[in-house]
Protein backbone atom coordinates (compact mmCIF):
# COMPACT_ATOMS: atom_id res chain seq x y z
CA UNK A 1 0.00 0.00 0.00
CA UNK A 2 1.25 3.25 -1.02
CA UNK A 3 2.08 5.53 2.00
CA UNK A 4 -0.32 8.64 2.16
CA UNK A 5 2.14 11.64 1.49
CA UNK A 6 1.90 14.57 4.44
CA UNK A 7 0.05 17.36 2.99
CA UNK A 8 1.71 20.42 2.54
CA UNK A 9 0.09 23.00 4.43
CA UNK A 10 0.71 26.83 3.75
CA UNK A 11 0.85 29.84 5.74
CA UNK A 12 -2.35 30.63 5.79
CA UNK A 13 -3.75 27.49 6.72
CA UNK A 14 -1.58 26.96 9.48
CA UNK A 15 -3.14 30.89 10.34
CA UNK A 16 -6.37 30.02 9.93
CA UNK A 17 -5.89 26.67 12.36
CA UNK A 18 -4.10 28.13 15.18
CA UNK A 19 -4.95 31.92 15.43
CA UNK A 20 -1.27 32.36 17.64
CA UNK A 21 0.57 31.15 14.21
CA UNK A 22 2.56 34.47 13.46
CA UNK A 23 2.40 34.57 9.31
CA UNK A 24 5.14 37.29 9.11
CA UNK A 25 8.44 35.56 7.49
CA UNK A 26 10.91 38.29 9.22
CA UNK A 27 10.42 38.54 12.58
CA UNK A 28 12.31 41.44 13.75
CA UNK A 29 14.95 40.52 16.94
CA UNK A 30 13.58 42.50 19.75
CA UNK A 31 16.63 45.07 19.86
CA UNK A 32 15.41 46.88 16.32
CA UNK A 33 12.69 48.05 18.27
CA UNK A 34 15.07 50.58 19.46
CA UNK A 35 17.20 51.02 16.50
CA UNK A 36 15.79 53.99 14.27
CA UNK A 37 17.67 55.68 11.24
CA UNK A 38 19.02 58.79 12.71
CA UNK A 39 17.05 61.46 12.56
CA UNK A 40 20.01 63.41 11.61
CA UNK A 41 20.76 60.89 8.23
CA UNK A 42 16.86 61.45 7.51
CA UNK A 43 17.34 65.62 7.79
CA UNK A 44 20.21 64.88 5.43
CA UNK A 45 17.92 63.41 2.64
CA UNK A 46 16.12 66.42 2.79
CA UNK A 47 18.96 69.01 2.95
CA UNK A 48 21.54 68.07 0.81
CA UNK A 49 19.95 69.10 -2.39
CA UNK A 50 21.97 70.71 -4.41
CA UNK A 51 20.77 73.94 -4.62
CA UNK A 52 20.87 74.49 -0.67
CA UNK A 53 23.66 76.18 1.56
CA UNK A 54 23.34 73.53 4.01
CA UNK A 55 25.06 73.60 7.58
CA UNK A 56 23.66 70.10 8.52
CA UNK A 57 26.19 67.46 7.66
CA UNK A 58 28.86 66.73 9.44
CA UNK A 59 31.37 66.53 6.58
CA UNK A 60 34.90 67.72 6.24
CA UNK A 61 36.17 69.72 3.45
CA UNK A 62 36.12 67.72 0.42
CA UNK A 63 38.66 70.21 -1.72
CA UNK A 64 41.04 69.51 1.21
CA UNK A 65 41.31 66.05 0.27
CA UNK A 66 44.98 65.27 0.21
CA UNK A 67 43.86 63.07 -3.37
CA UNK A 68 47.43 63.39 -5.08
CA UNK A 69 49.48 62.13 -1.68
CA UNK A 70 46.96 59.71 -1.38
CA UNK A 71 47.16 58.49 -5.16
CA UNK A 72 51.19 57.66 -4.89
CA UNK A 73 50.69 56.41 -1.43
CA UNK A 74 48.21 53.42 -3.08
CA UNK A 75 50.69 52.78 -5.92
CA UNK A 76 53.33 51.95 -4.06
CA UNK A 77 51.54 49.93 -1.67
CA UNK A 78 49.98 48.25 -4.61
CA UNK A 79 53.77 47.89 -6.61
CA UNK A 80 56.01 46.78 -3.38
CA UNK A 81 53.12 44.86 -1.24
CA UNK A 82 50.16 44.29 -3.44
CA UNK A 83 49.69 40.16 -2.82
CA UNK A 84 49.25 41.27 0.75
CA UNK A 85 47.58 44.51 0.09
CA UNK A 86 44.61 42.46 -1.27
CA UNK A 87 44.83 39.38 0.69
CA UNK A 88 43.14 38.76 3.87
CA UNK A 89 44.85 39.31 7.03
CA UNK A 90 44.61 39.48 10.61
CA UNK A 91 41.95 41.03 12.74
CA UNK A 92 44.07 42.93 15.04
CA UNK A 93 45.37 45.68 11.96
CA UNK A 94 48.21 46.34 9.95
CA UNK A 95 51.32 45.46 12.17
CA UNK A 96 53.59 48.50 10.97
CA UNK A 97 50.08 51.18 11.24
CA UNK A 98 49.78 49.41 14.92
CA UNK A 99 52.93 50.70 15.59
CA UNK A 100 52.62 54.00 13.80
CA UNK A 101 49.76 54.58 15.59
CA UNK A 102 51.32 54.17 19.34
CA UNK A 103 54.11 56.86 17.95
CA UNK A 104 51.77 59.15 16.80
CA UNK A 105 49.87 58.95 19.78
CA UNK A 106 52.88 59.28 22.08
CA UNK A 107 53.82 62.22 19.80
CA UNK A 108 50.82 64.47 19.66
CA UNK A 109 48.56 63.47 22.95
CA UNK A 110 50.72 61.81 25.65
CA UNK A 111 49.40 58.60 25.26
CA UNK A 112 51.91 55.79 26.23
CA UNK A 113 50.68 52.77 24.90
CA UNK A 114 52.32 49.78 23.03
CA UNK A 115 51.38 48.57 19.43
CA UNK A 116 49.48 45.70 20.70
CA UNK A 117 47.20 47.34 22.62
CA UNK A 118 46.06 49.08 19.55
CA UNK A 119 43.50 47.73 17.30
CA UNK A 120 42.68 49.15 13.86
CA UNK A 121 39.19 49.42 13.14
CA UNK A 122 36.81 50.13 10.45
CA UNK A 123 36.01 53.76 11.66
CA UNK A 124 35.14 54.67 15.16
CA UNK A 125 31.47 54.29 14.59
CA UNK A 126 32.94 50.25 14.53
CA UNK A 127 34.63 51.25 17.98
CA UNK A 128 31.53 52.21 19.67
CA UNK A 129 29.36 49.04 18.17
CA UNK A 130 32.41 47.01 19.62
CA UNK A 131 32.41 48.51 22.70
CA UNK A 132 28.81 48.42 22.95
CA UNK A 133 28.93 44.43 22.09
CA UNK A 134 31.17 43.95 24.48
CA UNK A 135 30.47 45.61 27.25
CA UNK A 136 26.61 46.25 27.80
CA UNK A 137 24.13 43.84 28.33
CA UNK A 138 20.35 44.61 27.93
CA UNK A 139 19.45 47.36 30.37
CA UNK A 140 22.96 47.96 31.42
CA UNK A 141 23.70 51.75 31.76
CA UNK A 142 26.25 54.21 30.21
CA UNK A 143 26.83 57.66 31.40
CA UNK A 144 27.06 60.30 28.48
CA UNK A 145 26.65 63.86 28.15
CA UNK A 146 23.87 65.96 27.56
CA UNK A 147 23.56 66.98 24.88
CA UNK A 148 25.33 63.87 23.12
CA UNK A 149 26.73 62.34 20.11
CA UNK A 150 23.90 60.71 18.47
CA UNK A 151 26.35 58.05 16.37
CA UNK A 152 26.81 56.61 20.19
CA UNK A 153 23.51 56.32 21.11
CA UNK A 154 22.50 54.72 17.75
CA UNK A 155 25.35 52.11 18.67
CA UNK A 156 24.90 51.81 22.22
CA UNK A 157 20.90 51.52 21.37
CA UNK A 158 21.68 48.28 19.33
CA UNK A 159 22.82 46.15 22.64
CA UNK A 160 19.47 47.98 24.65
CA UNK A 161 21.55 50.34 26.91
CA UNK A 162 20.17 52.62 29.13
CA UNK A 163 21.42 56.34 29.26
CA UNK A 164 22.32 58.70 32.31
CA UNK A 165 22.91 61.90 31.04
CA UNK A 166 24.86 64.41 32.77
CA UNK A 167 24.80 68.25 32.04
CA UNK A 168 27.27 70.21 30.20
CA UNK A 169 27.93 73.53 29.63
CA UNK A 170 30.92 75.67 28.08
CA UNK A 171 33.18 73.83 29.66
CA UNK A 172 32.01 70.20 28.97
CA UNK A 173 30.60 67.43 31.12
CA UNK A 174 29.83 69.24 34.37
CA UNK A 175 31.43 67.55 37.36
CA UNK A 176 29.29 68.06 39.81
CA UNK A 177 26.41 66.75 38.24
CA UNK A 178 28.94 63.53 37.01
CA UNK A 179 29.03 63.15 41.02
CA UNK A 180 25.69 63.09 41.47
CA UNK A 181 25.15 60.68 39.22
CA UNK A 182 27.71 58.28 40.46
CA UNK A 183 26.31 58.62 43.73
CA UNK A 184 22.67 57.78 43.06
CA UNK A 185 23.12 55.54 40.23
CA UNK A 186 22.58 51.58 41.16
CA UNK A 187 23.45 49.49 39.52
CA UNK A 188 26.87 51.06 38.78
CA UNK A 189 27.08 51.91 35.41
CA UNK A 190 29.28 50.19 33.03
CA UNK A 191 31.07 52.96 31.05
CA UNK A 192 31.16 56.65 30.91
CA UNK A 193 31.14 57.55 27.24
CA UNK A 194 32.74 61.01 26.20
CA UNK A 195 33.90 63.30 23.81
CA UNK A 196 36.18 65.88 25.40
CA UNK A 197 37.87 67.71 22.76
CA UNK A 198 35.27 70.00 20.50
CA UNK A 199 32.37 68.03 21.31
CA UNK A 200 29.85 66.49 18.17
CA UNK A 201 27.21 68.65 18.39
CA UNK A 202 28.53 71.26 20.55
CA UNK A 203 31.89 72.29 19.65
CA UNK A 204 33.06 72.73 23.18
CA UNK A 205 36.38 71.46 24.69
CA UNK A 206 36.02 69.62 28.16
CA UNK A 207 38.45 72.21 30.36
CA UNK A 208 42.10 70.65 32.18
CA UNK A 209 40.29 71.10 35.12
CA UNK A 210 37.29 69.33 34.48
CA UNK A 211 39.25 66.37 32.87
CA UNK A 212 41.44 65.87 35.76
CA UNK A 213 38.11 65.84 37.80
CA UNK A 214 36.24 63.49 35.78
CA UNK A 215 39.77 60.95 35.52
CA UNK A 216 39.67 61.20 39.55
CA UNK A 217 35.89 60.58 39.90
CA UNK A 218 35.87 57.81 37.64
CA UNK A 219 39.07 55.69 38.97
CA UNK A 220 37.16 56.57 42.40
CA UNK A 221 33.63 54.76 41.47
CA UNK A 222 35.38 52.19 39.17
CA UNK A 223 33.89 53.33 36.15
CA UNK A 224 35.71 52.62 32.67
CA UNK A 225 36.02 56.00 30.56
CA UNK A 226 35.90 55.88 26.82
CA UNK A 227 37.31 58.53 25.08
CA UNK A 228 36.15 59.35 21.88
CA UNK A 229 38.73 62.38 20.14
CA UNK A 230 37.77 62.18 16.53
CA UNK A 231 38.46 66.26 16.30
CA UNK A 232 41.37 66.40 18.43
CA UNK A 233 43.54 67.71 15.69
CA UNK A 234 41.30 70.05 14.54
CA UNK A 235 42.62 72.92 16.81
CA UNK A 236 42.65 76.43 15.39
CA UNK A 237 43.01 78.38 18.90
CA UNK A 238 43.67 78.08 22.34
CA UNK A 239 46.02 75.35 23.64
CA UNK A 240 46.09 71.62 23.65
CA UNK A 241 44.72 69.67 26.03
CA UNK A 242 46.20 66.34 27.52
CA UNK A 243 43.40 63.28 26.96
CA UNK A 244 41.88 62.00 29.91
CA UNK A 245 43.62 58.24 28.64
CA UNK A 246 46.84 60.44 29.66
CA UNK A 247 45.63 62.14 32.43
CA UNK A 248 44.52 58.57 34.04
CA UNK A 249 48.12 56.98 32.98
CA UNK A 250 45.92 54.78 30.72
CA UNK A 251 44.47 52.90 33.63
CA UNK A 252 40.29 51.89 32.87
CA UNK A 253 40.71 53.98 29.91
CA UNK A 254 39.77 53.21 26.29
CA UNK A 255 40.24 56.07 23.63
CA UNK A 256 39.37 56.11 19.97
CA UNK A 257 40.34 58.42 17.07
CA UNK A 258 40.30 58.16 13.61
CA UNK A 259 42.11 59.15 9.89
CA UNK A 260 37.87 60.44 9.18
CA UNK A 261 39.20 64.51 10.15
CA UNK A 262 42.36 64.62 8.97
CA UNK A 263 42.60 62.50 6.25
CA UNK A 264 39.30 61.71 4.97
CA UNK A 265 36.62 59.80 6.54
CA UNK A 266 36.30 57.54 3.30
CA UNK A 267 38.69 55.68 4.33
CA UNK A 268 37.22 54.25 7.16
CA UNK A 269 40.15 53.62 9.07
CA UNK A 270 40.50 54.29 13.05
CA UNK A 271 42.00 52.97 16.13
CA UNK A 272 40.99 51.66 19.57
CA UNK A 273 43.97 51.53 22.37
CA UNK A 274 42.70 49.24 24.64
CA UNK A 275 45.46 49.01 27.99
CA UNK A 276 43.34 46.34 29.16
CA UNK A 277 44.83 43.00 28.40
CA UNK A 278 41.44 40.72 28.87
CA UNK A 279 39.12 43.64 27.17
CA UNK A 280 41.31 43.47 24.22
CA UNK A 281 41.26 39.83 23.59
CA UNK A 282 37.13 40.31 24.30
CA UNK A 283 36.95 43.02 21.92
CA UNK A 284 39.42 41.24 18.86
CA UNK A 285 36.77 38.33 18.30
CA UNK A 286 33.70 41.04 18.17
CA UNK A 287 35.46 42.49 15.44
CA UNK A 288 36.14 39.48 14.16
CA UNK A 289 32.67 38.25 13.69
CA UNK A 290 31.89 42.07 12.68
CA UNK A 291 34.31 42.51 9.66
CA UNK A 292 37.29 39.68 9.67
CA UNK A 293 39.43 42.95 9.76
CA UNK A 294 39.79 46.42 8.20
CA UNK A 295 40.60 46.41 4.83
CA UNK A 296 44.04 44.99 4.06
CA UNK A 297 44.47 47.49 1.25
CA UNK A 298 43.50 50.94 3.23
CA UNK A 299 45.52 50.15 6.11
CA UNK A 300 48.76 49.95 4.12
CA UNK A 301 47.67 53.17 1.99
CA UNK A 302 47.35 55.00 5.41
CA UNK A 303 50.09 53.85 6.55
CA UNK A 304 52.03 54.89 3.99
CA UNK A 305 50.72 58.61 3.52
CA UNK A 306 50.92 58.94 7.25
CA UNK A 307 54.36 57.74 8.05
CA UNK A 308 55.78 60.88 6.23
CA UNK A 309 55.32 62.98 9.14
CA UNK A 310 56.15 66.29 7.03
CA UNK A 311 53.36 65.11 4.46
CA UNK A 312 50.72 64.28 7.29
CA UNK A 313 51.33 67.15 9.20
CA UNK A 314 51.98 69.07 6.62
CA UNK A 315 48.44 68.49 5.68
CA UNK A 316 47.20 69.42 8.99
CA UNK A 317 49.04 72.53 8.69
CA UNK A 318 47.30 73.55 5.50
CA UNK A 319 43.79 72.57 6.87
CA UNK A 320 43.74 74.59 9.94
CA UNK A 321 44.04 78.10 8.81
CA UNK A 322 41.02 76.89 6.11
CA UNK A 323 38.57 75.88 8.77
CA UNK A 324 39.74 78.47 11.34
CA UNK A 325 38.48 81.21 8.57
CA UNK A 326 35.51 79.43 8.20
CA UNK A 327 34.45 79.00 11.99
CA UNK A 328 35.41 82.90 12.01
CA UNK A 329 33.08 83.95 9.56
CA UNK A 330 30.41 81.89 10.60
CA UNK A 331 31.05 83.54 14.23
CA UNK A 332 30.95 86.99 12.26
CA UNK A 333 27.97 86.78 10.26
CA UNK A 334 25.95 84.77 13.24
CA UNK A 335 26.57 88.46 15.03
CA UNK A 336 25.51 90.41 12.06
CA UNK A 337 22.12 88.66 11.64
CA UNK A 338 20.60 86.63 14.50
CA UNK A 339 18.17 88.41 16.43
CA UNK A 340 18.80 89.48 19.90
CA UNK A 341 17.55 86.35 22.14
CA UNK A 342 20.22 83.64 20.39
CA UNK A 343 24.02 82.95 21.41
CA UNK A 344 26.28 80.39 20.26
CA UNK A 345 29.50 78.51 21.25
CA UNK A 346 32.93 80.06 20.00
CA UNK A 347 34.47 76.39 19.59
CA UNK A 348 38.21 76.48 19.38
CA UNK A 349 38.41 73.65 16.72
CA UNK A 350 36.50 71.45 15.35
CA UNK A 351 33.68 71.13 13.14
CA UNK A 352 30.38 72.31 14.73
CA UNK A 353 29.01 74.94 16.65
CA UNK A 354 26.01 74.81 18.12
CA UNK A 355 23.66 78.04 18.41
CA UNK A 356 21.01 78.42 20.89
CA UNK A 357 18.00 80.24 19.41
CA UNK A 358 15.19 82.58 21.48
CA UNK A 359 13.36 80.66 23.96
CA UNK A 360 9.71 80.02 21.68
CA UNK A 361 11.69 79.00 18.78
CA UNK A 362 11.05 75.35 17.56
CA UNK A 363 13.79 74.83 15.61
CA UNK A 364 12.31 71.84 14.15
CA UNK A 365 9.47 73.69 12.64
CA UNK A 366 12.26 76.65 11.58
CA UNK A 367 14.05 73.60 9.43
CA UNK A 368 11.29 73.98 7.08
CA UNK A 369 11.00 77.75 7.27
CA UNK A 370 14.77 77.82 6.52
CA UNK A 371 14.61 75.69 3.64
CA UNK A 372 12.14 77.67 1.61
CA UNK A 373 15.09 80.22 1.91
CA UNK A 374 17.25 77.34 0.92
CA UNK A 375 19.58 76.97 4.23
CA UNK A 376 19.42 74.07 6.01
CA UNK A 377 21.04 72.82 10.17
CA UNK A 378 20.41 70.23 12.14
CA UNK A 379 17.68 70.79 14.69
CA UNK A 380 19.24 70.18 18.30
CA UNK A 381 16.69 68.34 19.78
CA UNK A 382 17.67 64.96 18.76
CA UNK A 383 21.01 65.28 20.47
CA UNK A 384 19.19 66.14 23.99
CA UNK A 385 18.84 63.17 25.54
CA UNK A 386 15.28 63.35 26.64
CA UNK A 387 14.27 65.73 23.68
CA UNK A 388 12.82 68.47 25.30
CA UNK A 389 15.04 71.46 24.39
CA UNK A 390 13.60 72.96 21.65
CA UNK A 391 15.55 75.59 20.72
CA UNK A 392 19.13 74.56 19.86
CA UNK A 393 20.26 73.71 16.56
CA UNK A 394 23.77 72.58 15.65
CA UNK A 395 25.74 74.10 12.47
CA UNK A 396 29.02 72.74 10.38
CA UNK A 397 31.16 75.29 9.21
CA UNK A 398 33.81 73.00 7.38
CA UNK A 399 31.67 71.86 4.37
CA UNK A 400 30.30 74.88 3.15
CA UNK A 401 32.64 78.07 0.95
CA UNK A 402 33.04 81.84 2.43
CA UNK A 403 30.94 83.18 0.64
CA UNK A 404 28.37 80.32 1.23
CA UNK A 405 28.94 80.74 4.74
CA UNK A 406 28.35 84.50 4.88
CA UNK A 407 25.15 83.93 2.00
CA UNK A 408 23.57 81.10 4.17
CA UNK A 409 23.87 82.42 8.04
CA UNK A 410 21.85 85.97 6.23
CA UNK A 411 19.15 83.60 4.93
CA UNK A 412 19.09 81.57 8.57
CA UNK A 413 19.04 85.16 10.32
CA UNK A 414 15.89 86.00 7.92
CA UNK A 415 13.86 82.96 8.62
CA UNK A 416 14.58 82.92 12.78
CA UNK A 417 13.07 87.02 12.51
CA UNK A 418 10.34 85.70 10.59
CA UNK A 419 9.95 82.85 12.46
CA UNK A 420 9.43 85.34 15.42
CA UNK A 421 7.04 87.27 13.39
CA UNK A 422 4.82 84.21 13.46
CA UNK A 423 5.44 82.99 10.14
CA UNK A 424 5.30 79.61 9.79
C1 LIG B 1 32.13 62.02 18.22
C2 LIG B 1 32.23 61.16 17.01
N1 LIG B 1 32.59 59.87 17.14
C3 LIG B 1 32.69 59.07 16.07
C4 LIG B 1 32.44 59.53 14.79
C5 LIG B 1 32.55 58.57 13.64
O1 LIG B 1 33.79 58.71 13.01
P1 LIG B 1 34.33 57.68 11.93
O2 LIG B 1 34.25 58.37 10.61
O3 LIG B 1 35.74 57.37 12.33
O4 LIG B 1 33.47 56.45 11.99
C6 LIG B 1 32.06 60.87 14.60
C7 LIG B 1 31.76 61.35 13.25
O5 LIG B 1 31.27 62.41 13.00
C8 LIG B 1 31.94 61.70 15.74
O6 LIG B 1 31.58 62.99 15.63
Not at 211 to 234: C, Q, S, T
Amino acid sequence: MPRAQPRYRGLMSLAASDPSFDTRVFRFAARMGRLKASAIREILKVTDMPDVISFAGGLPAPELFPIQQFARACQEVLANDGQAALQYSVTEGYPPLRRWVSEYLARVNEIQCTPDQVLIISGSQQGLDLIGKTLLDPGDSVIIENPAYLGAIQAFDAYEAQYINVATDDEGMIPADLLRVLQEAKPKPKLLYIVPNFHNPTGVTLSLRRRKEIVAMAAEFGIPIFEDDPYGRLRYAGEHLPSLMALAQSRNCIYMSTVSKTIAPGMRVAWLVIPDRELFERVVPAKQAADLHTSSFTQRAVYTYAKDQAVFEGHIAEMLPVYARRRDLMIESLERYMPEGSSWTHPEGGLFLWARMPESVDTEELLSLASRSKVAFVPGYPFWVNRVVRNTMRLNFSNASDDMIVEGIRRLGDAVKAYLAGER
